[in-house]
């Protein structure tokens, strides 16, 4: 194909994704690293978030229209293209041309899913560079009416040409309808895989409970039935595997009975790891009141300077704390440590700055594991959520319209009122009342918030 008038050879490569309970996905990667590419060719595909607008559109363009020759090449028959977030929309260029510019013929093949609700996330590109480095696959005048007029917006250009559209959380189909007037989105709330995000302990306990569970995670809206000492047991050895994992990495020596917080996440500023530290004396007392230690994670984006520095800053807090509070912050946040995290803490928190988080999925991976979520209600947290049955809420309800600074004055109230004085005299003297939620959390979030509900939505109201 051809990428600012040089023809570029692209490769795919072949990734079988096995299922543990039998089923098997392709997923092709596209490589331009060959020999007979132009040596600046050959980056295109070396680097994900590198370069400038120029190198993203070139990426974006391999992605999306590369994308739909190789499935082309390989005959593979596509009836849908899916396109998640904007970044392969070049694809229904691609597919005006091989339907003779017969937009309600592309528009059937199309699906898009918006990922984000802030205006800034969306690429964009200068036309400039667009006929630059793509040439005129449409007529200029055609591509700026379903692109935008000014700039080429990737979103709008998808929206267009898609007749399928969807948020990613209710809430977040209403920020993205706020944001794009006249389009009809709806919302599939996300899930995740409940057999990868469950830890050894709770899937020989769904396995004991509800044979089959793996691949039809429904069955786990009886957890209600599942005897109290065997939840805790499977939680403790969770737990166990976490806190050895933290007590050999680290020298704070954290223990296994001690109410257990954890946050962990991409470290960028929306998601404010530090909101928890905005008052260091209201979590010394809460300590006092009963023990918590924390455990952090989360890496910063190498190109998101705010994001290192709020790595910095909580290390300063710990630092504060140091001799009062156990705080660990593990390095190398990846899909291991993720699943040892969400399985081996007691409470899960998550404070993003609303409405910034589209869904969140940490959280549902938590509750497959019986941990609590502790909340701000954003993304899939607030369909997720009730309060005191699933898990706790921080700050306003949803349809609450309050200013900027009312929101973070009852989000620190919530924060350290409902710690020192629900959760952890909960979590040390009624333990049954605990279990309970845990079970809620179980019942009522594991059963729904996974990718079987997902798939299954998508083919019913998108695919079919
Ligand atoms: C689940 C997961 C995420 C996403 O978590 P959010 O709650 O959506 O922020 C990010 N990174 C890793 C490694 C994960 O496992």
Same mark, same amino acid.
């Given at each position: 194909?051809?990428?600012?008038?040089? +023809?570029?050879?692209?490769?795919?490569?072949?990734?079988?994704?096995?299922?543990?309970? *039998?089923?098997?996905?392709?997923?092709?990667?596209?490589?331009?690293?060959?020999?007979?590419?132009? /040596?600046?060719?050959?980056?295109?595909?070396?680097?994900?978030?590198?370069?400038?607008?120029?190198?993203?559109?070139?990426?974006?363009?391999?992605?999306?229209?590369?994308?739909?020759?190789?499935?082309?090449?390989?005959?593979?028959? #596509?009836?849908?293209?899916?396109?998640?977030?904007?970044?392969?929309?070049?694809?229904?260029?691609?597919?005006? &041309?091989?339907?003779?510019?017969?937009?309600?013929?592309?528009?059937?093949?199309?699906?898009?899913?918006?990922?984000? /609700?802030?205006?800034?996330?969306?690429?964009?590109?200068?036309?400039?560079?667009?006929?630059?480095?793509?040439?005129? /696959?449409?007529?200029?005048?055609?591509?700026?009416?379903?692109?935008?007029?000014?700039?080429?917006?990737?979103?709008?250009?998808?929206?267009?040409?898609?007749?399928?559209?969807?948020?990613?959380?209710?809430?977040?189909?209403?920020?993205?309808?706020?944001?794009?007037? *006249?389009?009809?989105?709806?919302?599939?709330?996300?899930?995740?895989?409940?057999?990868?995000?469950?830890?050894?302990?709770?899937?020989?306990?769904?396995?004991?409970?509800?044979?089959?569970?793996?691949?039809?995670?429904?069955?786990?809206?009886?957890?209600?039935?599942?005897?109290?000492?065997?939840?805790?047991?499977?939680?403790?050895?969770? &737990?166990?595997?976490?806190?050895?994992? #933290?007590?050999?990495?680290?020298?704070?020596?954290?223990?296994?009975?001690?109410?257990?917080?954890?946050?962990?996440?991409?470290?960028?500023?929306?998601?404010?790891?530090? %909101?928890?530290?905005?008052?260091?004396?209201? %979590?010394?007392?809460?300590?006092?009141?009963?023990?918590?230690?924390?455990?952090?994670?989360?890496?910063?984006?190498?190109?998101?300077?705010?994001?290192?520095?709020?790595?910095?800053?909580?290390?300063?807090?710990?630092?504060?704390?140091?001799?009062?509070?156990?705080?660990?912050?593990?390095?190398?946040? +990846?899909?291991?440590?993720?699943? &040892?995290? #969400?399985?081996?803490?007691?409470?899960?928190?998550?404070?993003?700055?609303?409405?910034?988080?589209?869904?969140?999925?940490?959280?549902?991976?938590?509750?497959?594991?019986?941990?609590?979520?502790?909340? #701000?209600?954003? *993304?899939?947290?607030?369909? *997720?959520?009730?309060?005191?049955?699933?898990?706790?809420?921080?700050?306003?309800?949803?349809?609450?319209?309050?200013?900027?600074?009312?929101?973070?004055?009852?989000?620190?109230?919530?924060?350290?009122?409902?710690?020192?004085?629900?959760?952890?005299?909960?979590?040390?003297?009624?333990?049954?009342?605990?279990?309970?939620?845990? &079970?809620?959390?179980?019942?009522?979030?594991?059963?729904?918030?996974?990718?079987?509900?997902?798939?299954?939505?998508?083919?019913?109201?998108?695919?079919?």
């Amino acid at each position: 194909m051809q990428i600012q008038k040089r +023809d570029v050879t692209i490769r795919p490569w072949l990734y079988t994704v096995k299922s543990q309970t *039998g089923g098997v996905v392709s997923v092709y990667f596209l490589d331009t690293d060959l020999e007979g590419n132009n /040596p600046e060719d050959r980056e295109i595909t070396s680097s994900l978030y590198g370069g400038d607008e120029r190198y993203r559109l070139k990426q974006e363009i391999v992605l999306g229209i590369g994308g739909v020759r190789i499935l082309d090449a390989l005959g593979l028959g #596509v009836h849908k293209y899916h396109m998640n977030e904007g970044h392969s929309s070049l694809l229904a260029l691609e597919l005006l &041309k091989k339907n003779g510019m017969d937009i309600d013929k592309v528009r059937s093949l199309c699906v898009f899913t918006t990922h984000t /609700p802030i205006e800034a996330g969306h690429d964009k590109f200068s036309y400039d560079v667009v006929r630059e480095v793509l040439g005129e /696959p449409v007529p200029l005048d055609m591509l700026k009416k379903m692109g935008g007029e000014e700039r080429l917006n990737m979103t709008l250009l998808a929206l267009n040409l898609s007749n399928y559209l969807n948020g990613v959380a209710k809430r977040h189909r209403d920020s993205a309808r706020a944001m794009f007037p *006249g389009y009809e989105i709806h919302a599939i709330t996300n899930g995740i895989h409940s057999y990868t995000w469950t830890c050894e302990s709770f899937r020989n306990l769904y396995d004991k409970y509800f044979p089959g569970w793996a691949n039809e995670p429904d069955l786990l809206v009886r957890a209600d039935g599942i005897l109290d000492e065997d939840v805790w047991r499977a939680h403790m050895d969770g &737990k166990k595997v976490l806190i050895d994992y #933290v007590n050999k990495a680290t020298n704070v020596g954290m223990n296994y009975d001690t109410l257990t917080l954890g946050f962990a996440r991409r470290a960028t500023g929306y998601k404010r790891a530090d %909101l928890l530290f905005s008052d260091i004396e209201k %979590l010394k007392r809460t300590n006092g009141k009963g023990r918590i230690q924390l455990i952090l994670s989360g890496k910063a984006h190498p190109r998101d300077d705010s994001g290192r520095k709020l790595i910095e800053q909580i290390f300063g807090y710990m630092q504060k704390l140091e001799g009062e509070i156990k705080i660990v912050y593990l390095a190398n946040y +990846d899909m291991d440590l993720a699943a &040892k995290l #969400v399985s081996g803490v007691d409470v899960w928190l998550n404070t993003p700055l609303r409405p910034l988080e589209a869904s969140g999925t940490s959280g549902m991976k938590a509750a497959h594991n019986g941990v609590i979520n502790f909340s #701000v209600l954003d *993304g899939w947290w607030v369909e *997720g959520w009730i309060e005191g049955v699933t898990g706790w809420a921080i700050g306003p309800r949803p349809n609450e319209n309050v200013s900027v600074e009312e929101c973070r004055r009852k989000e620190l109230d919530d924060l350290y009122n409902k710690l020192e004085n629900i959760i952890v005299p909960m979590f040390y003297s009624r333990r049954d009342e605990w279990i309970k939620m845990m &079970k809620g959390s179980i019942g009522k979030i594991a059963y729904y918030f996974n990718s079987h509900r997902v798939v299954q939505r998508y083919v019913i109201e998108a695919y079919l």
